[in-house]
């Protein structure tokens, strides 16, 4: 098998590279499928370009000369137009089964920035499909990704890798909102500062349900953007008192340097919508509600530093899973080279059994034709002997390659036999 994997992610590779180096749209994917087939012919190949990676698996016969790094480096950038000095230094590559470990981890989410992310599994997914439709699979990518496939959900079930949430925002929603709303459909959202983590925790709650969004910022610009990009509306700052009347879900991000509610103010506030629920997310550091204001009946106020400690907890929980995945890997790994080779050397028995069975053949017959009195039975021993002898002959090679196979690195031979005995024609 020639199976070369070349990437560039997150933990390797600045995100400006990559972002120059990613396939961003289906044309561009398809384009690039056209060349690499252009380029290499008889190649298989998968690209995989998300936010935090490009890597391209590309696949060859065995009998056809390897795919280099440098080659597909080059074609990274005559596709896209970027210099090999400004990129070349930041890309890695994997051979065999060390290309299949990486593809096995990438699924799994040990590659990822937050363990156990379950984005990354569709994110293959879609790309191997992409390659299907494009045509550009074949056996060894087929058997490759959905190898990777199966990892991936003996992972999700022999490990607990993917429990518990590790982003503030993940946590926040999914950890603490969830356990005090049972749905979201019908809540006001109000966003105060529209901050980045403001608007990482609105795509979680939009994930929810959340139709009605109102954001405030002291920037009328700032928060006009922030609420036709989540389908929002905006409000001016002089209404923030109104709105903190009503809102079920407060997300506050400022960047002010003192609390900008205290109790006695959200206290006051609230005696629009007497006994209606406070759901207060104050990601401002320093903090943007004072913590009295958690002390209201009907107000739960979580800050940035008790996010912080339950997104810890549960990722110390999560790399305790890690030794367990890397485990499943390696199972996953060992059988899918183990299960290749079987099936190379399997093609390798059955040319050399009929190779040198058909060669017997044909000198039994020029015998028999030089022998006309051979009666039947004759005939018969005649054959079986040798039979017997060709399968004598061929016993130790094969019992060595078997032997080999058994433990999944038999490639060396299979290359020997092949050229021993002429396999490559």
Partial sequence: MNLLALYCTHQTTPLAIRERLAFASREQLAAAYSMLQERFPETES???????RVELYLARPSDAEPLTPPQLAQFLSEFHGVPLD???????????SEAVRHLFEVISSLDSMVLGEPQIVNQVREAYRVAEEQGTCGPITHALFQGAIRTSGRVRTDTRLAEGKVSIASVAVGDFAKSIFDHFDDKLVLVIGAGEMAEETLRYLKDEGVQEIVVINRNPERAERVAAEWGGRAAPWSELNKWLGVADVIVSTTGADKPIVDAELFKKVRLAS??????????????DFTTSVGELDSVFLYDIDSLKQTCEKNRKARIREIDKACRVIEDETAKFMAEFYRRAGGEVVSRLMQDWHGVSKDELDRLFNKLPHLNEKDRDQIERTVERIVNKLLHP?????????????????INALKRLFGLND
């Fill in 46 to 52: 998968v690209v995989l370009s998300t936010c935090n």
């Fill in 274 to 287: 007497p006994g209606r629920t406070a759901f207060i997310l104050d990601l401002g550091a320093p903090r």
């Fill in 86 to 96: 400004e990129f070349v230094g930041e890309m890695r590559a994997a051979t065999g």
């Fill in 397 to 413: 090679p094969l019992e060595a390659l078997k032997d080999e196979a058994r433990d999944g690195t038999p490639h060396g031979l």
